[in-house]
């Protein structure tokens, strides 16, 4: 039997949107079945439930005619729907989702369910030194193929966004006994630039929740912010935000390695990262900014003896 509405959307989800992009969302959250509804019928699709998870999309599982498995994702920001799509279409045939359908109109696609259900399959022994290879060659990809012009560039997000943050957050964090720790990271990234390494399309959001992996045991990445830039950020952004907080000096040793950066040249890229999340973690109150210190901490061992 076909199914073409889901209802409301979970409370979840709602209250997850609403916290990151604020009562604007109100409206569109209210929309979103009805967007679903409407490109179900556009493309023959059958719903299944909603996929309560993400901060950025409403999701639902669809079968299609044929009867293989799919996400409907619909996003609240137009922008972040086409860099995300255009992303995913450049890195095809490599290790990321795959685009089924894509409505501009809507700001919703259909994407490949990976390992047929959402979280993907079961992960392997080996899952670590996979997911950097497969961060390997999605960089490859977005070096060889030509890119959109709709990607933002990492140059601007630091300049406009990072360091910005930071400066703020330093000046009106209350800190307390972590302001030496921060104070010890900031001379590590505080001359920080991209380097000669040739750009690449970055994932940007290289959480472990975003590696997935398929029936065959293959990565797949969803979930990207592309960004065009160094791929030091994108190895830094694996060894930091991967599994927080354990084997961070692991790997930094596989990025190293696989990516062929060298880890004083990768270590400060991390700090700054670590320093970042860290005061994230401060001012919201956040749980995790103990063990995001201890990271910071750890990193900063690195860099001394990588320096030494």
Known sequence: MTKRTLGEIPAGCRRRLLAHYGPAAQ?????????????AERWKLSLGAYHDAGHASVIATATCLDGRPLLL?????????????????????????GV?????????????LVGGQPG??????????????????LHASGQRRCRPDSLPRLADYLAREVWPRLERRIQRGSLGDWRSLVE????????????????????ADLYRENVLF???????????????????????????????????DGRLAIAARVS???VPVLAPWCCLLAVDGFLFYVESGDPRAPLMAEVLTQLLASTSRSGS
């Open 214 to 248: 398929d029936g065959l045991g293959h990565p797949r990445l969803i979930d990207p912010l592309p960004m065009v830039g160094d791929p030091a950020f994108d190895w830094a952004f694996w060894t930091v935000y991967y599994d927080l907080g354990r084997a961070t």
């Open 184 to 203: 010890a990271g900031l001379p590590v990234v505080a001359d920080l630039e991209e380097g000669s390494r040739v750009a690449t399309v970055l994932h």
């Open 260 to 262: 062929r950066i060298p």
């Open 73 to 97: 994702k619909a996003w609240f920001d137009p922008s972040r729907y086409h860099r995300e799509v255009d992303a995913l279409r450049l890195w095809a045939g490599g290790p990321v989702v």
């Open 120 to 137: 993907g399959a079961y992960r392997p022994k080996r899952e670590t030194q996979m997911a950097a290879a497969a961060l390997h060659g």
């Open 100 to 112: 089924e359908e894509a409505a501009d109109d809507l700001a919703v696609a259909a994407l490949e």
């Open 27 to 39: 409206r569109w959250l209210d929309a979103a079945p009805a967007r679903l509804a409407r490109a």
